[in-house]
């Protein structure tokens, strides 16, 4: 029996979307008002999900607590109350779209998470705007 255990959580980052090697006017055209040079805020939600095989000696695919953790070190803590742009390695060179930070977060957590347990995360950028990502 695989099931799906999913927890939700919350950071709130800034973020500026742009091409250093393209024009302000074609970063302008492409990006819009996330093209600003002074960047802006996003309330980003997450669920991230994790599918196993019931342990028997436990009746639990991962603890959620253990899960609640690593989302705390591996999101929260790194991107909470950041510039996305300025603070986070990881997008010193990517643009940090919601599509580009739904794969950085499932590349930070699939590392810590166990190898047998299937991954999948979606994250919101507004309430209606949202990406997910499995892995593919
Ligand atoms: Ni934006």
Redesign the pocket.
């Known amino acids: 029996m695989r099931v799906t255990v999913s927890r939700k959580a919350h950071f709130n980052s800034a973020?500026r979307?742009y091409r250093p090697d393209w024009s302000f006017e074609k970063n302008d055209a492409i990006f819009g008002k996330?093209n600003n040079p002074n960047y802006?805020g996003?309330n980003y939600d997450l669920t991230v999900s994790v599918t196993g095989e019931i342990d028997p000696e436990t009746g639990f695919v991962m603890d959620v607590k253990i899960l609640k953790d690593f989302i705390k070190s591996e999101v929260e803590d790194a991107f909470d109350h950041k510039n996305l742009n300025l603070d986070v390695p990881e997008f010193k060179e990517l643009n940090p779209t919601a599509e580009n930070i739904v794969v950085v977060i499932y590349d930070k957590l699939k590392k810590v998470l166990d190898s047998n347990l299937d991954l999948e995360v979606t994250l919101y950028?507004t309430a209606r705007n949202f990406v997910t990502y499995s892995g593919n």
Request: charged letters at 15%; glycine letters at 0%; hydrophobic letters at 15%.
């Open positions: 973020h979307l996330c802006h996003h950028e």
